[in-house]
């Protein structure tokens, strides 16, 4: 299984953009999926998160900014970022926990996207 993020870029304080994520690979079940970021000179935080059953989450900092969805027949979680501010700049990856066959058993997984550049300034 492989994620595969994309649709970062640089964008004016008070711009938006949106994150795609896509999940490839031998796919039982999609659990959750979610987002994470590392700032420059910061530990990786978590953004926000989506359940299969559709619940959200955000961290406290984006919350009324930014919106998770999904597209179950894409296998693909997008965040929605506005009003972005220069402290949203940092590589944003895309998380998500699957269930996979192993043997004759189905285990969750957790597998993490390569990263994508989100840098806010003017």
């Known amino acids: 299984v492989q994620l595969q993020a994309s649709g970062g870029g640089l964008v004016q304080p008070g711009g938006s953009l949106r994150l795609s994520c896509v999940a490839r690979g031998s796919i039982f079940k999609i659990n959750a999926m979610g987002w994470y970021r590392r700032a420059p000179g910061e530990q990786r935080e978590f953004v926000a998160t989506i359940s299969s059953g559709g619940d959200t989450n955000y961290t406290d900092s984006v919350k009324g900014r930014f919106t998770i969805s999904t597209d179950n027949a894409k296998k693909t979680v997008y965040l929605q970022m506005n009003s972005l501010k220069p402290e949203d700049t940092a590589v944003y990856y895309c998380?998500?926990?699957?269930?996979?066959?192993?043997?004759?058993?189905?285990?969750?997984?957790?597998?993490w996207g390569q990263g994508t550049q989100v840098t806010v300034s003017s």
């Open positions: 998380n998500a926990e699957i269930s996979v066959l192993q043997g004759f058993t189905i285990v969750p997984r957790t597998y």
